[in-house]
């Protein structure tokens, strides 16, 4: 079969495409035929390394986080699922792989398509509502009548996020492009605010929550609107000490990422608040969550209008990187 691989971490986009032997599945594994991968920004730091001390891959790599697709063979544990049934999932963190013909995956970590989505959506949709679902859930515990606040919400994350907020009975306040308001105010966002017209920072403030898809040069405007004992979760600025011993790393990572976060720790104390660092997991019970959401307010996720083929994930890797895609960007099989 097919699979996009590195062979080492680098700063250029050199992926290959090589002839691998289709995988072998294991007593708890499925053998899914890939419909539809999705491509994603992560896609692109596990090429380079900036995940490397979270995990560590053995080279070579077959890259890849989310795909959707038919599952062809079924190990001798696996109980809840059939041949030919269409699945979606994104892959453990210890077994990536979805730049490929085919995927061994555990069933722990895939849910039958939601019915309202085919594979491309259902592909632009398991990493995402994840992501959406540990953070509102795990990671911020967050309960009915607290306000949420999304800087930069406009993009794929702010698409399942801001509906499975509302489900749990949030506010929820979204700043992105004007061009994604309408989209965004459709979802269930409470207020939309044009980032290229006004200033969150400004115009908000005592937010219980707010989750980080910008990075750390927002953090500082981030954390001024935050009520006092609030939380802030980053998707993106960087890691801290609090999330390597919660990841259970060893010693010397939880204090690599101390050192690493402590500029995070020692903004939110001034604010009064808390920092934290989240990086998600695979889960098929919170997957099937993430699917009720989806069918019971029919989301249907952006793709982008242009695709690629796995021959071409190069050119895909670098429109994620540089073409502002408008949705999921995406390898077709």
Known sequence: MKAAQITGYSKQLNVAVAETAKPQIQPNEVLVRVKEAAVNPLDLMNIDGSVKLIQNYAMPLTLGNELAGIIEAIGSKVTNFVVGDAIYTRLPVIKIGAFAEYVAVSSAAISQLPTNLNFKTAAASALTGLTAYQALHEELHAKAGETLFIPGGSGSFGQLAIPLAKAMGLTVIVSGNARAKAHALASGAD???????????????????????????ELAHEFSIIKPGGQLLSLKAGPN???????????????LFGLAGAKFDWQARQAGVTYGFMFVRASAEQLREVSSVIENNNIVPAVDSKTFTLDEINDALRYVKEGHPQGKVLLSF
């Open 191 to 217: 207020q939309y605010l044009d980032y290229q017209t006004e200033n969150y920072w400004e115009t908000l403030s005592q937010v219980d929550y707010v989750i980080d898809t910008l990075g750390a040069t």
């Open 241 to 255: 000490k609090q999330f390597a011993v919660d990841y259970g790393l060893p010693k010397w990572k939880q204090l």
